[in-house]
């Protein structure tokens, strides 16, 4: 499946400063493996050393935190647009 | 750009503790974990800060702000009454019982207190805009800061807020953008903007300020230390939206300690939350030291953070300190509003409603020491949550203007 991911600002090093680069993946995991290849070493950054999503990183596929939907395991349907966000305070 | 940030020194990551310079960021580029301020404070006595302004720039000396602050175009807010709290403490049978009311700000919530700091460090980073995402106490907050400093502001909300917080904070100019969601996608998109061109040069004081903003909360723990006598009190409960002030009072309790300005005693930390956003009291009554995201649903929307980002934090701190976190009702809420307004003549938020309600299921339960020395807070005011008390809001009777009408009632 040929996905969109949106990348924040403090990992654009990664990626040439691109904001938006492609992905493939059935799955969230599978995204995350292949950007990884892509751009070695950001995998790392979004993942901590026991494979979870680190605690203040936030995943978005399409608009749902994958928090609420299966994490990892999370379907990337064609065409889905997947963000990683910093998680931030406030109110 | 010469910056000057007062006794600030660096940036620090909470999680890994890798420093950086002290800018405009606030997320670990290591590890994604928050940012937060760190100092070199050198001595600090309590006879300089007693002698300070009574707002909360007489702590200068333990925040990331220049030493003239007083002397700029800002809010000054702070210094709000600890109320000896009798009555409501007879009431609930707590012996000793103080409300820290900070209704009494500028703004009427506690929020001047951190945007004031963020204030400042937009002056610092050459920044035009103020922005935030909020719940609506600190889209006010923004923007009359942002008026008194000659910043511009426009600041997002949930579009569904309370009618009041949307007037208080168009009030005072800027724009005011109604998001189509909760807070939580609210905050994603301030997120977003961030890293676009759209965002260049603008100050979100709960993003890429956060660092510096989350210090204004420690002014309430000073105060409280102070207003007691230079004590610590033994419980405080605070509520929890996204954690960080209840975090940061922690932080101020301990800096407090580290430099000798009151005695090194044992406290206890309570978090209250609403049960209809109560993602952080569930983690710790299931034991978890991570917090399962919610959305939300209550009255209390000041505190309506599904995904509250220190959330770990509160869980750490009152488990440290032998605390708790606890939940309470919609209509606990309302009925805590009606007694502390009743008892002590305070019109609270429904926050404050969920500090107070907490309170008293806390000594109810048996979690809460009825003899130990008690602090809540209270950390807005009832006019901007009008709704949640809809059901009184209206006369006892209406009559004509005679003594018989009234007689006959």
Known sequence: MSVSVRIPTILRTYTGGNAEVSGEGATLREVLQKLDSDYPGIGARILDESGKIRRFVNVYVGQEDVRFAEGLDTAAPEGSEISIIPAVAGG | MSLDFGPAVALSCRECGTRYDLGPSFACLECFGPLEVAYDFGTVTRSHIESGPTNIWRYQALLPVPVDVAAKQNMNPGWTKLVKAGNLGRTLGIKSLHIKDDSGNPTHSFKDRVVAIAVEAARNFGFHTLSCSSTGNLAGAVTAAAARAG??????IP???????????RVFGGRLIGIEGTYDEVNRFCSELIGDPLGDKWGFVNVNLRPYYAEGSKTLAYEIAEQLGWRLPEQIVIPIASGSQLTKIDKGFKELVALGLVEDTPYKVFGAQALGCSPVSAAYKAGHDVVQPVKPDTIAKSLAIGNPADGPYVLDIARRTGGAVEDVTDAEIVAAIKLLASTEGIFAETAGG????????????GTLDPEAETVVLNTGVGLKTLD?????????????????????I
Request: net charge negative; glycine share 2%.
């Open chain 2, 354 to 365: 969920v500090t107070v309600g907490v309170l008293k299921k806390l000594v109810e339960n």
């Open chain 2, 159 to 169: 579009a569904d807020l309370e009618q009041a917080k949307i007037a208080m904070a």
């Open chain 2, 388 to 408: 949640a008390v809809s059901s009184i809001a209206e006369p006892t009777a209406v009559i004509r203007p005679s003594l018989d009408a009234f007689r006959a």
């Open chain 2, 151 to 156: 910043l511009d502001a426009c600041v997002f």
